[in-house]
């Protein structure tokens, strides 16, 4: 029965999708919506009332998530926005629980005890959130890989503070200096041990790859789960340790990465789409009515006060244009960890965890449908887009099982940029350096010397990696460059 259910609930996130596609509704929206309706509330389906299983089977997706984001992150990148979004993961995420919780406890009759948990719970942003909609949006590269870092490594300071509340309104706190060593290690330890265990991966990538490729996927999943698994034994971040792990393996020498890279896109959908259906079974909308009220202000709190403040002093130091600072503002998505970090005081007996509970999941339900369906035209009003990158339906790859100096690259001829036509044999390329294919409008041609190449062509060339920059400037140069309006 549950395998039927199951199906039609995949079944009805696809159609979902495609009646919505209009709207570009994100995935994560959708496939939560659709656990909301089969759940008990609305169809009643399926009765899940089982906060401890429901984190146990998100933060399993989790891993996936973040290792697969890493994966994809660019070392060039990494280094210009480490230190921001490690600052917005640390100090970022201990001002807005602050400044929620007082703006809170000064708007509603609540205690500060009980103000201060709701906004530590609520403090981080979420990776499963962040990666899903962002990368689906052309939204400068520097401020998306920013936001994802930070999704990625801020979860051990906001389970850390939703864990000092705790014990805050249950007169049950620890030793600070306790306290403050577990955070370091958390943070610290788990980069270590991510970076580690990525090296290892990749080493023993050169020991397996004389395997069929099936293999690497099956090898692929063992590196992401030994990743969080060493760092959940030694008591450190499995969540950043998984990121580093992906990061450093995503940006070394590793064969069939391309096809690896669309296995882990597939993975990273299928885990997506996991974490928000258990969510959304784990619901009771019916149970609004009584707190929407405070959901809306909590999200108006964060949106317009507290990430905004907490962007702005963070970010103080660093050289981020206006536009940008409201850009990472309203980017602060809410998604699964602050809604698992809501079953927390359900299992501290903390009274009111079920109002705590409902007002959470309705702020980031309000987070994710307006402030995910919008910041596409955000960033457009603030001329923070880029242009995607064209993606055909066919692809090469040099799959290669000793060491070569020869890289296979993509060159994207821009139709909005360049004008004018080249033939093959007209080009002044390095010895050795062959085009391999060339893709014109998911139509395959095989060049010769009197193959013309257009604007909107995707060249396939197989060059000396220390060639790559001139044969890309000498393709481009034999076009003319159209003029700015």
Not at 26 to 52: E, H, M, Q, T
């Amino acid at each position: 029965m549950y395998l039927l259910i199951t199906s039609l609930i995949l079944i009805s996130i696809v159609l979902t999708a495609r009646v919505a596609s209009k709207w570009r509704l994100p995935l994560v929206v959708i496939a939560l919506g659709v656990g909301i309706l089969f759940g008990s509330d609305v169809l009643g389906l399926i009765y899940f009332d089982n906060p401890k299983m429901a984190k146990t089977l998100a933060d399993f997706a989790l891993v996936f998530v973040l290792f697969i984001g890493g994966f994809g992150t660019k070392k060039e990148i990494l280094k210009t926005v480490l230190r921001p979004s490690m600052v917005l993961a640390s100090l970022g995420v201990i001002f807005t629980a602050l400044i929620t919780a007082v703006a809170l406890y000064l708007i509603f009759d609540y205690s500060f005890k009980y103000a201060l948990i709701i906004g530590c719970i609520i403090s981080s942003t979420d990776a499963a959130a962040v990666f899903s909609i962002l990368r689906t949006r052309p939204i400068s590269h520097k401020l998306t890989s920013l936001l994802e870092i930070e999704s990625a490594t801020n979860d051990p300071m906001a389970i850390l503070l939703t864990t000092m509340a705790i014990q805050f309104a249950t007169a049950n706190i620890d030793h600070p200096f306790e306290v403050g060593f577990f955070l370091l290690w958390q943070f610290f330890g788990g980069i270590g041990i991510g970076l580690l265990i990525g090296k290892i991966g990749v080493l023993l990538f050169q020991r397996v790859k004389i395997l069929d490729r099936g293999y690497f996927y099956i090898y692929l999943v063992s590196m992401i789960l030994l990743s969080f698994g060493v760092a959940d034994v030694l008591k450190a971040s499995g969540m950043i340790s998984a990121f580093f792990a992906g990061f450093l393996m995503g940006n070394s020498g590793i064969p069939y990465k391309k096809t690896l890279e669309s296995f882990l896109e597939a993975v990273q959908t299928i885990a997506n789409v996991g974490i928000f259906v258990i969510l959304g079974l784990l619901v009771f909308p019916k149970e609004f009515g009584s707190v929407w009220k405070e959901g809306l202000v909590l999200f108006l709190i964060l949106s317009f006060i507290a990430r905004p403040l907490t962007v702005w002093v963070c970010t103080i130091f660093d050289k981020f244009k206006n536009g940008e600072k409201v850009l990472l503002s309203w980017c602060g998505l809410r998604g699964s960890v602050p809604i698992v970090l809501a079953t927390y005081p359900a299992a501290a007996a903390i009274p009111g965890s079920r109002e705590i509970f409902n007002i959470i999941f309705f702020a980031v339900a309000l987070s994710m449908l307006i402030q995910g369906n919008t910041i596409s035209r955000i960033a457009s009003w603030l001329k923070l887009t880029v242009k995607p990158k064209p993606k055909p339906n066919q692809a090469m790859e040099l799959v290669t099982l000793h060491s070569s100096d020869l890289e296979l690259c993509e060159i994207a001829i821009d139709d909005d940029d360049y004008e004018g036509s080249v033939f093959v044999s007209a080009l002044s390329l390095p010895k050795g350096t062959t085009i391999t294919m060339i893709n014109r409008s998911d139509k395959i041609i095989a060049p010769y010397g009197s193959t013309e190449i257009f604007p909107g062509d995707i060249l396939y060339v197989l060059v000396n990696s220390k060639n790559i920059e001139n044969v890309t400037a000498e393709i481009l140069s034999r076009f003319t460059q159209k003029k700015i309006s």
